[in-house]
């Protein structure tokens, strides 16, 4: 006779929500800080936005878990993505004889 295995889940609490996003929030800044350096790109002065912040009481956590895993997906995408344009950026000036300009920005008021 087979035996029949059922899997069951427990419900995910918000500790399990905030462990989740804070593992996945630091494999991005991981990521993206490795590039950095991998790209002699200058660190951003501010909060690159590596995912979503911890969650307070009362959130569905199995939706806030689910939705970290798309989130935490988008941001790696979009830093591969600026990661590819920047390494484009620096190919075309390379190949046009150009140094990159480091752009500088004034505030109007």
């Known amino acids: 006779m087979e035996k029949k295995v059922i899997r069951i889940e427990a419900e ?6 905030n462990r989740i996003i804070a593992e996945r929030r630091e494999a991005v ?11 002699k790109t200058a660190t951003p002065a501010s909060d690159l936005l590596f995912g979503l912040f911890p969650i307070q009481e009362g959130n569905p956590y199995r939706e806030i878990v689910n939705i970290s895993a798309y989130v935490s ?3 790696s995408e979009a830093w591969r993505l600026f ?16 140094e990159i300009e480091d752009v500088k920005c004034t505030v109007v008021e």
């Not at 800044?29 to 790209?39: D, F, I, N, P």
């Not at 990661?83 to 150009?98: D, I, M």
């Open 12 to 17: 995910p609490t918000r500790e399990d929500a």
């Open 83 to 98: 990661f590819e344009v920047e390494h484009l950026r620096r190919e075309l000036a390379e190949l046009k004889g150009r």
């Open 29 to 39: 800044r991981a990521y993206v800080l490795e590039k950095l350096k991998e790209t």
């Open 73 to 75: 997906a988008a941001m």
